[in-house]
């Protein structure tokens, strides 16, 4: 900490793709961005070259803490990465750095834990809840490449994040056409274990996507058909169709899936009984917004006797895709 109170931070977000780093200045608890930079993850074989080649990129600052999120469960300051063949050690990183105050968070949970520092003008109400708000604790789930999930645990005054796998839980059809996905996903896995990542993820899109096609849901479409043969990411295509050239089966795709993604949403609030809300993150719920608008809160309510408790929890969209990093800032301040 410098003399006037200012202490410097790095914060980073570190993905199968890409990793991205950020220095801060911060002084009662207002952030200034010195730097940031963003490298593609698997151009390079540790997170400790990213590290050395952003630290040279710019004037030496002495490092009071840092936090870093990850994609994989960090157990005992350790973490192997889901995706990358990086080993990421607290004790390690605090040596390079020259702080003890180093944190390896989940990616999660530090979604999570920014989803308290967003301005209101970077949150989408899907559903009000009750008024005024309750507090308590929150769920937070992301669907993106993959899907993740993840509490704000609540002590009576604060928060604190708490990391989860629910995502790879199993998938709990509600109606006959979900029971036709889960039956088309257990055969197209060789009978293989159905969780909630197989549908509320990219390529779970399409895969409903798929499975309506294939059971006769509606026909698909010229057009269509054209751009998902012509590469790319084939669940953006059928975002595309349905959300600018309203193409039935495209439209079915995203109402399944909405309905999923509030159906779990659902499922998390009562788990746990987060009084104080549930967030969506990731990078699918923005691109999907008017698609989610329309029917998240059919499968979020859909609890039977508990659809009144469910009704009272608020429901938010970050259209934030830095909230990770923001969180994992802000804890690093705790540190």
Not at 11 to 30: F, M, V
Not at 294 to 307: C, E, H, I, N, S
Request: net charge negative.
């Amino acid at each position: 900490m410098k003399a006037d109170g200012t202490e410097t931070i790095i914060a980073g977000d570190l993905g199968g793709t890409k990793t991205l780093l950020a220095l801060y200045h911060e002084k009662s608890g207002r952030f200034a961005l010195l730097r940031d930079a963003t490298y593609p993850s698997r151009g390079h074989q540790t997170f400790e070259e990213i590290l050395d080649d952003f630290l040279a990129a710019g004037p030496a600052e002495t490092i009071d803490a840092a936090c870093f999120d990850v994609a994989g469960p960090v157990s005992e300051g350790r973490v192997q990465t889901t995706n990358l063949p990086w080993l990421l050690d607290e004790r390690a990183l605090a040596s390079k750095l020259a702080t003890p105050r180093v944190k390896l968070l989940n990616d999660l949970e530090a979604t999570a834990y920014g989803m308290l520092h967003l301005p209101a003008s970077d949150l989408v109400c899907l559903h009000p809840g009750a008024t005024p708000a309750r507090p308590g604790h929150i769920a937070v789930i992301a669907a993106g490449t993959g899907l993740g999930e993840a509490y704000l645990f609540w002590d009576g005054t604060g928060h604190h994040p708490v990391a989860s796998e629910g995502g790879h839980a199993d998938f709990a059809p509600r109606n006959d056409v979900e029971i036709g996905l889960l039956r088309w996903l257990r055969d197209k896995l060789g009978g293989g274990h159905v969780s909630y990542e197989r549908v509320l993820s990219g390529p779970g899109l399409f895969g409903v996507y798929e499975y309506l096609r294939d059971s006769g849901a509606a026909p698909e479409s010229d057009a269509l058909k054209t751009a998902l043969q012509g590469g790319g990411d084939p669940s953006a295509a059928v975002s595309r169709a349905a959300l600018e050239h309203g193409d039935a089966l495209a439209n079915r795709t995203l109402d399944v899936f909405c309905e999923l993604y509030g159906a779990e949403a659902g499922n998390m609030a009562l788990r746990c009984l987060t009084t104080g809300g549930v967030y969506l993150g990731g990078g699918i719920a923005p691109k999907i917004l008017p698609a989610l608008q329309r029917g998240f809160v059919r499968g979020y309510l859909d609890k039977g006797r508990f659809a009144k408790l469910l009704g009272d929890i608020p429901v938010h969209v970050s259209l934030e895709p830095r909230t990770a990093l923001l969180g994992a800032a802000n804890f690093a301040l705790r540190l």
